[in-house]
């Protein structure tokens, strides 16, 4: 996802999916899937896909930089059946300035978010690591040029005639169901093969075949918020190609898809409420001076778009929930509250949409066009306008093996809207379609839930913040656990999701680790920025 102009370089954690979704509310094969694979006394052939070498060439793309170079890297779409068909994945590098040791792959998180894009926008904050490495960014599978996924970008009409697109209440389930498997119908007629081997298992399989077309031996990862939980499936499906990898802002590997939602919607809530004694300081805060009032404030005008929507200015109506999408990726740091509340202020001085919507779009307008399902790269304008919703929406779906019957769901729908307004009135309803939007669809792997721990590894530095709003900092410390002695944990005692770009102290261990191989002891911690003293062990 194309970054808010801001140092911090990671997307969302969990996030929305898109306007019509949210109104819907060989080699290291897992056992099972090998198994599957073998069924007729024969292991995939994946020799063609680890024999080539990626050849890296000035990237054509007018969004990139000119100093960025790019690549692509085939893989099968289905790895139980690699002759069946391919996909090419887009990659981009800055290199190495002195002496490399190899690359150093980076995933921005999302799930949703384009590598190639995110690097290009902030290559600046990794340049250090290009003292010892190409500094990679790629987009996974079904994502931004690496044959994109998406569910439609034009209203849709059910079988009565009536639109798909007005938002049907979560107090009336049947009518919900029908609209979410509408919405499965369209993503599976708009995305091709790839939507069925979408998920984290393959995209780390497809990790693997990257590592080795760059020429390296091991892999070297820096991932965040989501990227944590790629680089934790990889060093459970290929723990002897781990090198040096650094997981920040960590993400679950055990909760549900209802656990999470309702976890993101109570730090969503908190950063809001940071927010908002912070902003009423100040004689242009949007929600007024009075901060008990400026929290009725943000509810009555969310209501008030979810009511009556206005015209957008990039198309289509402009939802309540649209602008809770928005302010949710303004929460993500300090340095952003100024954007948030200029955007917002335009939105209600002057019914200007487009400040709130390029904050949610991650700093700019979305990109116009359809794409290509079959498998070969995109420009950034043919990315479809709702690829980072619905890849989002696909990846956490593949990735989660609960998935209730439309009777269970049914009776679960006041139960959870209670539990997620509880959390947060205002992010609660956003939230809860993350628990929706996964219905109709094939259930999910159980391989992340039971199978990623007590990993063999090489140590994996993980960096958990304790004012995160969208991955708790206690995820660190379960994540750290179960994968075993080998996960460290950095203790950043600061805010705002994620700590690399934000933190020196982090952005320094990190770098130590990555670069010379210097791992801080278990337990370490740094200072939120601004506090004085250095990194301290966990009595520090």
Same mark, same amino acid.
């Given at each position: 996802?194309?970054?808010?102009?801001?140092?911090?370089?990671?997307?969302?954690?969990?996030?929305?999916?898109?306007?019509?979704?949210?109104a819907?509310?060989?080699?290291?094969?897992?056992?099972?899937?090998?198994?599957?694979?073998?069924?007729?006394?024969?292991?995939?052939?994946?020799?063609?896909?680890?024999?080539q070498?990626?050849?890296?060439?000035?990237?054509?793309?007018?969004?990139?930089?000119?100093?960025?170079?790019?690549?692509?890297?085939?893989?099968?779409?289905?790895?139980?059946?690699?002759?069946?068909?391919?996909?090419?994945?887009?990659?981009?590098?800055?290199?190495?300035t002195?002496?490399?040791?190899?690359?150093?792959?980076?995933?921005?998180?999302?799930?949703?978010?384009?590598?190639?894009s995110?690097?290009?926008?902030?290559?600046?904050?990794?340049?250090?690591?290009?003292?010892?490495?190409?500094?990679?960014?790629?987009?996974?599978?079904?994502?931004?040029?690496?044959?994109?996924?998406?569910?439609?970008?034009?209203?849709?009409?059910?079988?009565?005639?009536?639109?798909a697109?007005?938002?049907?209440?979560?107090?009336?389930?049947?009518?919900?169901?029908?609209a979410?498997?509408?919405?499965?119908?369209?993503?599976?007629?708009?995305?091709?093969?790839?939507?069925?081997?979408? *998920?984290?298992?393959?995209?780390?399989?497809?990790? =693997?075949? @990257?590592? #080795?077309? +760059?020429?390296? !031996?091991? %892999?070297?990862? $820096?991932?965040?918020?989501?990227?944590?939980?790629?680089?934790?499936v990889?060093?459970?499906q290929?723990?002897?190609?781990?090198?040096?990898?650094?997981?920040?802002?960590?993400?679950?590997?055990?909760?549900?898809?209802?656990?999470?939602?309702?976890?993101?919607?109570?730090?969503?809530?908190?950063?809001?409420?940071?927010?908002?004694?912070?902003?009423?300081?100040?004689?242009g805060?949007?929600?007024?001076?009075?901060?008990?009032?400026a929290?009725?404030?943000?509810?009555?005008?969310?209501?008030?778009?979810?009511?009556?929507?206005?015209?957008?200015?990039?198309? *289509?109506?402009?939802?309540g929930?649209?602008?809770? =999408?928005? @302010?949710? #990726?303004? +929460?993500?740091? !300090?340095? %952003?509250?100024? $954007?948030?509340?200029?955007?917002?202020?335009?939105?209600?001085d002057?019914?200007?949409?487009?400040a709130?919507?390029?904050?949610?779009?991650?700093?700019?307008?979305?990109?116009?066009?359809?794409?290509?399902?079959?498998?070969?790269?995109?420009?950034?304008?043919d990315?479809?306008?709702?690829?980072?919703?619905?890849?989002?929406?696909?990846?956490?779906?593949?990735?989660?093996?609960?998935?209730?019957?439309?009777?269970?769901?049914?009776?679960?729908?006041?139960?959870?809207?209670?539990?997620?307004?509880?959390?947060?009135?205002?992010?609660?309803?956003?939230?809860?379609?993350?628990?929706?939007?996964?219905?109709?669809?094939?259930?999910g792997?159980?391989?992340?839930?039971? !199978?990623?721990?007590?990993?063999?590894?090489?140590?994996?530095?993980l960096?958990?913040?304790?004012?995160?709003?969208?991955?708790?900092?206690?995820?660190?410390?379960?994540?750290?656990?179960?994968?075993?002695?080998?996960?460290?944990?950095?203790?950043?005692?600061?805010?705002?999701?994620?700590?690399?770009?934000?933190?020196?102290?982090?952005?320094?261990?990190?770098?130590?680790?990555?670069?010379?191989?210097?791992?801080?002891?278990?337990?370490?911690?740094?200072?939120?920025?601004?506090?004085?003293?250095?990194?301290?062990?966990?009595?520090?």
């Open positions: 996802m194309p970054a808010v102009p801001r140092t911090r370089p990671v997307l969302r954690r969990c996030a929305g999916v898109g306007a019509v979704a949210l819907l509310i060989g080699a290291g094969l897992p056992a099972a899937d090998a198994a599957d694979a073998a069924a007729d006394g024969r292991q995939p052939d994946l020799t063609r896909f680890y024999r070498k990626a050849r890296w060439v000035p990237c054509k793309d007018r969004e990139l930089p000119k100093d960025m170079q790019c690549a692509a890297v085939t893989v099968p779409i289905d790895y139980a059946r690699p002759a069946e068909g391919t996909l090419d994945l887009a990659l981009s590098r800055y290199r190495a002195g002496k490399s040791l190899g690359s150093v792959l980076l995933n921005f998180g999302g799930p949703g978010g384009s590598g190639v995110q690097l290009g926008q902030s290559g600046k904050d990794f340049m250090s690591l290009t003292n010892g490495y190409d500094v990679v960014g790629f987009d996974p599978r079904g994502v931004g040029r690496s044959s994109p996924v998406s569910c439609g970008d034009g209203p849709g009409q059910d079988s009565d005639g009536a639109n697109d007005e938002p049907p209440d979560v107090a009336h389930p049947q009518a919900l169901m029908k979410l498997k509408q919405l499965t119908v369209r993503c599976t007629k708009n995305s091709g093969p790839v939507l069925s081997h979408i *998920g984290t298992v393959n995209a780390s399989r497809d990790l =693997d075949v @990257i590592r #080795q077309a +760059l020429g390296d !031996r091991k %892999l070297n990862y $820096l991932g965040f918020s989501y990227g944590t939980k790629l680089g934790a990889y060093a459970a290929f723990p002897h190609n781990v090198g040096r990898m650094a997981l920040d802002g960590v993400d679950t590997l055990t909760e549900s898809l209802a656990e999470q939602g309702v976890a993101g919607a109570r730090g969503q809530q908190t950063a809001l409420d940071d927010f908002l004694d912070w902003c009423v300081t100040g004689l805060c949007p929600f007024g001076q009075d901060r008990r009032k929290g009725e404030a943000v509810l009555k005008l969310v209501r008030s778009l979810d009511e009556d929507p206005v015209p957008s200015d990039f198309g *289509g109506p402009f939802t929930q649209d602008l809770v =999408d928005a @302010i949710g #990726q303004g +929460l993500y740091g !300090r340095e %952003l509250w100024p $954007l948030l509340a200029r955007a917002v202020a335009s939105l209600v002057d019914g200007d949409t487009r709130v919507q390029n904050l949610a779009a991650g700093g700019h307008a979305p990109p116009l066009g359809r794409g290509r399902p079959d498998g070969g790269l995109v420009s950034s304008s990315i479809p306008l709702d690829n980072l919703s619905a890849a989002l929406m696909a990846i956490n779906c593949a990735d989660d093996p609960d998935r209730p019957g439309a009777g269970r769901l049914t009776a679960d729908v006041a139960r959870l809207s209670k539990e997620y307004q509880q959390a947060s009135p205002v992010f609660g309803r956003f939230r809860l379609t993350q628990v929706m939007l996964c219905y109709g669809r094939p259930r792997t159980d391989f992340i839930r039971d !199978r990623v721990k007590d990993v063999p590894s090489a140590p994996m530095l960096v958990g913040t304790r004012g995160d709003p969208a991955t708790p900092y206690s995820w660190a410390v379960e994540t750290a656990k179960r994968l075993g002695p080998s996960a460290v944990v950095l203790d950043n005692r600061g805010d705002g999701h994620t700590g690399y770009t934000s933190s020196r102290c982090v952005r320094g261990k990190v770098d130590d680790f990555l670069l010379y191989g210097t791992l801080p002891a278990d337990g370490s911690s740094c200072p939120a920025d601004g506090d004085d003293g250095a990194a301290t062990d966990s009595s520090g």
